[in-house]
């Protein structure tokens, strides 16, 4: 069994729409859990980390961690084209960190 | 300002030639350093990762080595590289210890022909 599970995708909305991204995992030790995003041939880029359960929200978009489900989530709102990539999740057990496989997204205008 | 860079960018070797793959990183002291691999449509692989000068952690046995011979710079090398090497290797820096804020660099794209 992998350490963080997330559906590849890909995921096609229309603009405007709300995206829901989820991922699983199964050691519960992991206390921090990340969403990346990452464009065709570029690094990952940092969107969010939360640290436990709950909710925090940046603009458009929205973490939640539920560790009694092992189970995450990001939200985007209002979602635009240039929003088109693919999401990873990741977490972190003292200095290692745990990525999903990645959510490829589009927005289509 | 903090920043992480990484290169070369792009390179195509020959199986059995070696490899260095650097990465360094301004604006911090000390930072955990991390070398991960990406598989075309698969999720980030961790090869090595270091707390400090010297100090290096091997995820995965492989024809790879890391060293860390200054407190802001990681190299990623092998002796012989194998067709299997191929992938976008991406060197990552921890800010602060208890957070998961982990900056990506930009990324080698590494193929072996």
């Known amino acids: 069994q992998k350490e963080v599970e997330q559906d590849p995708g890909p995921l096609s909305v229309p603009e405007g729409a709300i995206v829901s991204l989820n991922c699983t995992y199964s050691?519960?030790?992991?206390?921090?859990f990340m969403w990346y995003r990452q464009y065709s041939r570029k690094g990952p880029e940092l969107l969010m980390y939360t640290y436990s359960s709950g909710n925090k929200e940046d603009g458009r978009f929205t973490a939640q961690v539920d560790k009694s489900s092992k189970y995450i989530s990001l939200f985007i709102r209002d979602s635009q084209p240039s929003d088109s990539a693919t999401y990873l999740c990741?977490?972190?057990?003292?200095?290692?960190?745990?990525f999903g496989s990645g959510t490829k997204l589009n927005v289509k205008p | 300002s903090q920043t992480i860079h990484q290169w070369p960018a792009t390179l195509v070797q020959p199986v059995g030639s070696p490899l260095s793959l650097e990465c360094t990183v301004e604006g911090t002291s000390n930072p955990n350093l991390y070398w991960y691999r990406q598989a075309a449509g698969r999720g980030l692989q961790l090869l090595f990762y270091?707390?400090?000068?010297?100090?290096i952690s091997s995820e995965v046995p492989q024809n790879l080595s890391a060293s860390r011979p200054q407190d802001r710079q990681f190299i990623l090398s092998s002796k012989k590289l194998l067709l299997s090497d191929s992938g976008f290797y991406l060197c990552?820096?921890?800010?602060?210890?208890?957070?998961?804020?982990?900056?990506f660099g930009e990324g080698s794209r590494l193929t072996v022909l």
């Open positions: 050691n519960s030790a992991f206390q921090y």
């Open positions: 270091s707390v400090g000068i010297g100090q």
């Open positions: 990552a820096w921890l800010r602060l210890a208890n957070t998961g804020e982990l900056f």
């Open positions: 990741a977490m972190k057990n003292f200095n290692k960190f745990y």
